[in-house]
T-cell receptor, first 112, second 116 residues
Framework: SQTIHQWPATLVQPVGSPLSLECTVEGTSNPNLYWYRQAAGRGLQLLFYSVGIGQISSEVPQNLSASRPQDRQFILSSKKLLLSDSGFYLC???????????FGSGTRLTVV | AQSVSQHNHHVILSEAASLELGCNYSYGGTVNLFWYVQYPGQHLQLLLKYFSGDPLVKGIKGFEAEFIKSKFSFNLRKPSVQWSDTAEYFCAVNSRASGGSYIPTFGRGTSLIVHP
């Protein structure tokens, strides 16, 4: 069966430090992968999505970037974190046919 | 660009009351529609989905949703809520991009609190 792993679960980072959040999917190949940010009262904001290795689409210009070095690996990064980057980050995947998303457990990022 | 509106941001009900959460979207083309639920401290989970066919969709835990194309709506309903339905509910719409991939858009979410 397919599973999605996201880590770390919580992270406290100082302003100006780099960020790397990792997401991996098991049990499927060539998934569509997504990074979302969930803010209280503002729902889910799509940050990046990828339909294949090395293919990244950015939905919102910001201080973050994404990469897909392997088929089932999706990484969210920043070179220098801002206070406004604090939030809850979710990775998700879909297979072909768009049968709905499966979400990871999320990372609570606090920038101090 | 696609937009999804959830009209009720906070809903408070007593057990056994009926529930209807509104969801409207803007895209006029072919869409796939979803409702997700996030129970306190848990992952987002798929509640139900509509792709085609019968516009009345049955989901898990007694939830259903009705797709009304003319109104661009996909409202979520449950005849009798339980305390365990306390959660945040998200409506989502996928529209197909020119490259063939699906572009997802989520609503802001509705926080439902059910009092026992």
């Amino acid at each position: 069966s397919q599973t999605i792993h996201q880590w770390p679960a919580t992270l406290v980072q100082p302003v100006g430090s780099p960020l790397s959040l990792e997401c991996t999917v098991e049990g499927t190949s060539n998934p569509n992968l997504y990074w979302y940010r969930q803010a209280a009262g503002r729902g889910l904001q799509l940050l990046f999505y990828s339909v294949g290795i090395g293919q990244i689409s950015s939905e919102v210009p910001q201080n973050l970037s994404a990469s897909r070095p392997q088929d089932r690996q999706f990484i969210l990064s920043s070179k220098k974190l801002l206070l406004s980057d604090s939030g809850f980050y979710l990775c998700a995947w879909t297979g072909p046919g768009d049968y709905g998303y499966t979400f990871g457990s999320g990372t609570r990022l606090t920038v101090v | 660009a696609q937009s999804v509106s959830q009209h009720n941001h906070h809903v408070i009900l007593s057990e056994a009351a009926s529930l209807e959460l509104g969801c409207n979207y803007s895209y006029g083309g072919t869409v796939n529609l979803f409702w997700y639920v996030q129970y306190p401290g848990q992952h987002l989970q798929l509640l139900l989905k509509y792709f085609s066919g019968d516009p009345l969709v049955k989901g898990i835990k007694g939830f259903e949703a009705e797709f009304i194309k003319s109104k661009f709506s996909f409202n979520l309903r449950k005849p009798s809520v339980q305390w365990s339905d306390t959660a945040e509910y998200f409506c989502a719409v996928n529209s197909r991009a020119s490259g063939g991939s699906y572009i997802p858009t989520f609503g802001r979410g509705t926080s439902l609190i059910v009092h026992p």
